[in-house]
């Protein structure tokens, strides 16, 4: 026979793959989490310099009015777990992450911020996407489980939940189609070609090569070449 809390995330992991929305991925996360301490929790990706706010939030539980507080003072920008996000591909406490490198005192004011909206204990568990696109999945609580056993089943949860997610986010998105030079300019983007570069391997000049990048970005909507790399991979029109 499993142990209980076997049988008990399996059924979490079932529920997740079968919730029909990102609302009750969502729901099914915040009693998963909410069972070893952690009452709040966010699924964003922290955005780049160079990509923008790409898809900045996957589901939300992070109370609204610390959400606003976080966002109002560009938190994103010097917050330590966020800092630390991208050090490591391993779950870890915010007391761990703290505890690994020697951080500004602005910077952990923001901790001390959070610890006063009841913030006290959190865990993130990174993610790393589809074009190199880092997500995390980050809770906090007061008296919150982070032994071996509870961490095994928050990164798992963690996993399914971001991933149902996802999925369930790109079902909403319209398809965005390319010309199949668009996309073969896209390619060799991604794959760190220069525009010249690009044009020698399309047999065409640097400035049509240009021209089919730009239109690629122009379609997406987005200001950048790499953030148009990674919505073409997103919806699968290239791959890496």
Same mark, same amino acid.
Request: proline residues 5%; positive net charge.
């Given at each position: ?7 008990? /995330? ?6 997740? &793959?079968?919730?029909?929305?990102? *609302? ?11 069972? %070893?301490?952690?009452? @709040?929790? *966010? ?7 160079? &990509? ?21 003072? #560009? ?12 050090? /490591? ?12 490198? =020697? ?46 056993? $509870?961490?095994?089943?928050? %990164? ?6 971001? $991933? ?14 390319? /010309?199949?030079? =668009?996309? =073969?300019?896209?390619?060799? @983007?991604? *794959? ?5 570069? @690009?044009?020698?391997? *399309? ?18 909507? !987005?200001?950048?070449? !790499?953030?148009? !790399? ?6 699968? #029109?290239? =791959?890496?």
């Amino acid at each position: 026979m499993k142990p209980a809390f076997e049988n008990a /995330t399996l059924d979490t992991l079932q529920a997740i &793959e079968r919730a029909p929305s990102i *609302l009750k991925v969502q729901e099914v996360f915040r009693n998963a989490v909410g069972k %070893h301490g952690y009452d @709040v929790f *966010l699924c964003s990706a922290p955005p780049r310099a160079d &990509e923008g706010p790409l898809e900045p939030i996957l589901f939300n539980g992070w109370p609204e009015n610390w959400h606003n507080h976080y966002i109002a003072h #560009s938190y994103v920008e010097r917050d330590p777990m966020v800092q630390s996000l991208y050090a /490591t591909i391993h779950p870890f406490t915010w007391a761990e992450a703290l505890s690994r490198k =020697q951080f500004s005192k602005p910077d952990i004011a923001i901790m001390s911020d959070a610890y006063s909206w009841g913030m006290l204990n959190g865990f993130v568990v990174p993610i790393f996407g589809v074009g190199g696109q880092v997500h995390a999945v980050t809770m906090a609580g007061c008296n919150v489980r982070c032994d071996a056993e $509870a961490r095994a089943e928050l %990164h798992l949860i963690s996993i399914y939940a971001y $991933a149902r997610a996802k999925q369930l986010k790109r079902r909403s998105e319209p398809f965005v189609p390319l /010309t199949r030079r =668009q996309s =073969q300019a896209l390619q060799w @983007v991604a *794959l760190g070609k220069a525009d010249w570069e @690009v044009g020698e391997r *399309l047999g065409v000049s640097e400035s049509t090569a240009h021209k089919h990048i730009e239109a690629a970005k122009s379609r997406f909507g !987005v200001a950048t070449r !790499v953030q148009a !790399v990674v919505a073409a991979l997103r919806q699968g #029109s290239i =791959q890496i």
